[in-house]
Structures are given as structure tokens and as C-alpha cells.
């Protein structure tokens, strides 16, 4: 089991296993169904807000849109050229997004399958995606030790936090100068003074 989400009510839950998604009663341990579609191990499921939908992604380098009335895949959305490592879906909603090993988040319409947009900022593959509740920023994690807080508006990088670089240097002049830091350094007489 890779991945696992649990609906509202607390019964149910949906895991990825192997190359398939799986529906589990919990209470009575049973499976209520199993979803087939990808080709090689699934990474990552998660629950559309409204409970109709689950969203897969996969080794396959797939991510794929599941209605959980029909069990039936919706369509299958193409756009990474390595594995998928995570997907979340946005509060509203409306888009999906997915973070691969090709290190790129594709941010998809929901309904259409359409990709609208890529990010790019990291140096090795997309390991983990969350969004933030009012859906206005994307966070990123890859296996670079890199996280970055995207503004999904515009693509920004809004904050880059590296692990190597994680502690606070104190501004040199020229850096105070630039980012107009006070107190300004003292300028450097062009003369020495005895």
C-alpha cells in the first residue's frame, strides 16, 4: 500500500495497491471494488472535495481521474515523462495538480483534462504536493531538500526554504544597500584616516 485517503464518514477508504486502486469497507475489512487502469504501481490517491472522484497518480507516468459512482476512469491526463509521485486536488475543485520525478508539478482542469500549466524550480523529482485550503498556494517538496510555496495565480516562487541553506546570514553593505536594510552601512571613506 503506497497511499491511502479516508472519506468523510470514517468507513471507507481508498488505497493504492500495486498497479490498481483499491476500495476498503473498514469496518467489515472487505473490498468494495478495485479500480484497474494503470500499468505500473500507484504512488498517490486522493479524494476530490466532493467525495465523487478519486485522482490517481503512477509510476506509469499517468495520472488518472476515477468516478466512484461508475468506477470508471473519467480520462487519463499525459503531460510527465517520469513517474508520478503525488497529486492533490484544489478545494474548489476545478484542478488537479501533479508532481513527478521528471521534476515538474503539471496543474490540470479537472473537467476537461486539459494541462494549463508547468512548474519548474526543482532539481530532482517532485516527491510531495500540498495546497493550501483557500487554494491560492501550491507547496512543493522534492528530494533535492527543497520547499517551495507557489502562488497558483501566477506560477511565482513566493518562498524557496533549502535545507543546506536553511540558517539566516547577516547582510553584508552591499546586500543592505540592495534591499534597503536598516541601518545602511557607514561608507567607506576613500581615504584612509589616521
Known amino acids: 500500500v503506497y497511499d491511502t485517503v479516508l472519506y468523510s464518514n470514517g468507513h471507507i477508504a481508498v488505497s493504492a495497491v500495486e498497479t490498481n486502486i483499491v476500495i476498503w469497507d473498514i469496518e467489515t475489512r472487505r473490498i468494495l471494488q478495485t479500480l484497474q487502469g494503470h500499468t505500473d504501481l500507484v504512488t498517490s490517491v486522493v479524494l476530490s472535495p466532493d467525495e465523487r472522484l478519486v485522482v490517481s497518480g503512477s509510476d506509469d507516468e499517468t495520472v488518472i ?3 466512484l459512482d461508475t468506477r470508471a476512469a473519467l480520462r487519463t491526463l499525459r503531460a510527465h515523462t517520469d513517474a508520478v509521485n503525488s497529486v492533490v486536488v484544489s478545494p474548489d475543485g476545478k484542478t488537479i495538480f501533479s508532481g513527478s520525478e521528471d521534476k515538474t508539478i503539471v496543474m490540470w482542469n479537472l473537467d476537461t483534462g486539459e ?3 508547468t512548474f ?7 516527491t510531495s504536493l500540498a495546497i ?3 487554494g491560492r498556494r501550491l507547496i512543493s517538496g522534492s528530494r533535492d531538500g527543497v520547499l517551495i510555496a507557489w502562488r497558483v495565480d501566477t506560477l511565482a516562487d513566493l518562498i524557496k526554504w533549502t535545507a543546506t541553506n536553511r540558517y539566516i546570514h547577516e547582510f553584508t553593505c552591499e546586500e543592505r544597500r540592495s534591499f534597503n536594510v536598516v541601518p545602511l552601512c557607514e561608507p567607506i571613506p576613500a581615504t584612509p584616516q589616521s
Open 65 to 67: 481521474v476515477w468516478d
Open 115 to 117: 494541462a494549463i500549466r
Open 120 to 126: 519548474q524550480g526543482h532539481t530532482t523529482g517532485v
Open 132 to 134: 493550501t485550503p483557500d
